[in-house]
């Protein structure tokens, strides 16, 4: 990556410092994989301050807001995600509210009210959405990636997170999320539709 022009970017021994706004551990090796390859010699840094509150109303709106707290709070390059399934029989529900669609927090709490909410619907075609953001000293970058799909009858692997064991994408060869090992989600997912679009976006400010 080229640390020039108007990105704001600082060398911290000689290589990157970027601070990731998320309490997810999940998250964070997953960016890690995805990032590597695209901006290599940035370091990501774990947030460890307190969770910005998201009261945005689109994914893009929460995906600011995380990353211009942690970059106020540390003084460093932030990134963000927002991200969650949007199912279209629910009229586009959870949404932005996916990690918290249950009031628990919890995974398969989830994404089991989400299969009793569907029911036996027909209609199954669903997306996952990742807002990415970048705030920097020099400004903001939010970009939107889409993975197309549908939502299982049943949970399907032991892999990923969240509600990949319900979501079977359109190009995972008929293999929910869940089932699709770290690399082969890595190269198909909502995330790095984002983060390789906002890559493309930092190296080119």
């Not at 410092?17 to 390859?37: C, D, F, M, S, W």
């Not at 705030?135 to 889409?146: K, L, P």
């Not at 509600?163 to 690399?183: K, S, W």
Request: proline share 5%.
């Amino acid at each position: 990556m080229s640390v020039t022009g108007s990105t704001g970017l600082e060398l911290v021994g000689g290589g990157l410092q970027v601070v990731v706004a998320t309490h997810n551990p999940h998250k964070v090796e997953e960016l890690g994989r995805i990032l590597a390859p695209l901006l290599p010699g940035v370091e990501l840094v774990p947030d460890d301050g307190p969770e910005a509150v998201e009261d945005g109303d689109t994914f893009e709106a929460n995906a600011l807001i995380k990353a211009r707290a942690a970059h106020q709070r540390t003084g460093l390059p932030a990134l963000a995600d927002d991200s969650g399934i949007e199912v279209d029989a629910l009229g586009g529900a959870p949404g932005i509210h996916s990690a918290r669609y249950a009031g628990t927090r919890d995974d398969r709490d989830n994404l089991e009210l989400l299969l009793t909410n569907l029911g036996d619907g027909q209609d199954r075609t669903a997306r996952f959405v990742c807002a990415a953001a970048w705030v920097d000293s020099a400004g903001e970058i939010v970009v939107r990636g889409e993975w197309q799909g549908e939502v299982a009858d049943a949970p399907r692997g032991e892999g990923g997170f969240g509600y990949d064991p319900i979501f079977v994408p359109h190009d995972g060869g008929g293999r929910a999320a869940g089932e699709l090992t770290a690399e082969e989600k890595d190269a198909l997912s909502h995330r790095r539709i984002a983060f390789t679009a906002l890559a493309e976006r930092i190296q080119a400010s």
